[in-house]
């Protein structure tokens, strides 16, 4: 049974500061990861797909990288606003067809000015 | 273009009843999943539909149960409501070709058991 852990779970840290955030998967058979974003009582905001066969993308001040053997994936935020305070969620693909997501718990990550 | 349309946006039930949520996809999209989000468990996936067909399904009861139309919309019925099941219920359209598409998620409908 596929399960994510994202690490940590809070984290606290002063405008400007790059930071990373941490997802781990048990089973490595997975077809892509998404990493999206939550604002508190809103849907889910999508920041990157990282398909199996890559390693990395990137999209303005983030970076998501994969490495699928280890199980692990990471979200680097360069120069961190205090617009980037929510909640983090990554979410591995569950199957060859279709889009079932089994999500982490979400990082909530709040920066201040 | 606009993006997955989910009503109604907020909902108060009695335990006992019945409720039906709709999810309107993003153009184009064909395939549309269910999640249910709580503070204890997070985000668990309900069930998947393609082309008027469930694709995938959860551990869910059969209390919950989906469908989708021709246009690729879809409802998401659950019956005798328990107060558990209070919940942020969001959908996702993608293009749903194979497991590499991205998924596009609804702004979701809160609904309250009393």
């Known amino acids: 049974k596929q399960e994510v852990t994202q690490i940590p779970a809070a984290l606290s840290v002063p405008e400007g500061e790059n930071l990373v955030l941490n997802c781990s998967f048990t089973?490595?058979?997975?077809?892509?990861l998404q990493w999206f974003r939550q604002d508190p009582g809103k849907g889910l905001t999508s920041l990157l797909l990282?398909?199996?066969?890559?390693r990395e993308q990137t999209s303005g001040r983030l970076n998501a990288s994969l490495d699928k053997s280890s199980g692990r994936s990471t979200l680097y935020i360069a120069a961190s606003q205090p617009g980037d305070s929510a909640t983090y969620l990554c979410?591995?693909?569950?199957?060859?067809?279709?889009?079932?997501?089994?999500f982490g718990k979400g990082t909530t990550l709040s920066v201040s000015s | 273009k606009a993006g997955v349309t989910q009503t109604p946006r907020y909902l108060i039930k009695t335990r006992g009843q019945q409720v039906t949520l709709s999810c309107s996809p993003i153009?184009?999209?064909?395939?549309v999943s269910w999640y249910q989000q709580t503070p204890g468990q997070g985000l668990q996936f309900l069930f998947e539909?393609?082309?008027?067909?469930?694709?995938n399904k959860g551990n869910f009861p059969g209390r919950f149960s989906g469908r989708q139309f021709s246009n690729s919309r879809s409802e998401m019925n659950v019956s005798t409501l328990e107060l558990g099941d209070s919940a942020l219920y969001l959908c996702?359209?993608?293009?749903?070709?194979?497991?590499?598409?991205?998924?596009?998620f609804g702004q979701g409908t809160r609904l309250t058991v009393v």
């Open positions: 089973d490595s058979a997975i077809y892509n």
């Open positions: 153009s184009g999209h064909r395939s």
């Open positions: 539909y393609f082309s008027e067909t469930q694709r």
């Open positions: 979410a591995v693909s569950r199957g060859q067809a279709g889009t079932a997501l089994i």
């Open positions: 996702a359209s993608s293009l749903g070709s194979g497991g590499g598409t991205e998924a596009f």
């Open positions: 990282i398909q199996s066969s890559q």
